[in-house]
């Protein structure tokens, strides 16, 4: 049974770092691009970051670049998001997902993990 399960959320001040993990199971990891996303209250879900299966390619929202950065290490079928430089408005639910190509993309993710809750406050 495909599985994803991230963990690694919390509540940090403005400025603060925190890394998120997404461990997978049930499936062939590194033949799957995965995917972080995030929803905050009220506001629809929306993309963050995307990692190629092999690693080599990565993709990052405007909102998070020069912020945050996505690694995978396929020998422990987990993808990492490191958050530095965290604000207000990066509160939300992240997700990771995998999707069905070794690329990243916008669409084709059929896989979801439950989700982890991140909240910057002071």
């Known amino acids: 049974q495909l599985q994803l399960v991230e963990s690694g959320g919390g509540l940090v001040q403005p400025g603060g770092s925190l890394r998120l993990s997404c461990a997978a199971s049930?499936?062939?990891?590194?033949?799957?691009?995965i995917g972080w996303f995030r929803q905050a209250p009220g506001k629809e879900r929306e993309g963050v970051s995307c990692?190629?299966?092999?690693?080599?390619?990565?993709d990052f929202a405007d909102s998070v670049k020069g912020r945050f950065t996505i690694s995978r290490d396929n020998a422990k079928n987990t993808v990492y998001l490191q958050m530095n430089s965290l604000k207000p408005e990066d509160t939300a639910v992240y997700y990771c997902?995998?999707?069905?190509?070794?690329?990243?993309?916008?669409?084709?993710?059929?896989?979801w993990g439950q989700g982890t809750q991140v909240t910057v406050s002071a």
């Open positions: 990692i190629s299966s092999s690693g080599v390619s990565t």
């Open positions: 049930g499936f062939t990891f590194d033949n799957y691009a």
């Open positions: 997902a995998a999707r069905s190509s070794r690329q990243c993309g916008k669409y084709g993710y059929g896989y």
